[in-house]
């Protein structure tokens, strides 16, 4: 069974990191590109960035997130993570992890991903 689970979130002050996990189970993340997406309560989800499947790990990010946060892969560990810093109140959500085989390529999708993580929390207060 193809699955990716991600773990790390929990709960921060504002101006604090946390750094996600996205781990994939039942396949090699290597020729998968990976996305980040945030889904606030009564908000839409949305893209916060992605690592393709290439060589160079070309990354992409939301404007909002932009110079905060950052994906990087070890594909030895089968893992991608997201590492968040300077985190604001208007971080907070369930962020969750997607793949799309893309074996290779530079490209980012935007939301056509096959295999979804279940999500996890992040809250970011004082």
């Known amino acids: 069974q193809l699955q990716l689970v991600e773990s790390g979130g929990g709960s921060v002050q504002p101006g604090g990191s946390l750094r996600l996990s996205c781990i994939a189970s039942g396949f090699s993340l290597v020729d998968y590109a990976i996305g980040w997406f945030r889904q606030a309560p009564g908000k839409e989800r949305e893209g916060v960035g992605c690592?393709?499947?290439?060589?160079?790990?070309?990354?992409t990010y939301a404007n909002s997130v932009k110079g905060r946060f950052a994906i990087s892969r070890n594909n030895a560990e089968n893992t991608v993570y997201l590492q968040m810093n300077s985190l604001k109140p208007d971080d907070t959500a369930i962020y969750s992890c997607?793949?799309?085989?893309?074996?290779?390529?530079?490209?980012?999708?935007?939301?056509?991903?096959?295999?979804w993580g279940q999500g996890t929390q992040v809250t970011v207060s004082s």
């Open positions: 690592i393709s499947s290439s060589s160079h790990g070309y990354t």
């Open positions: 997607a793949g799309l085989r893309t074996d290779g390529s530079s490209w980012c999708p935007t939301y056509e991903y096959e295999l």
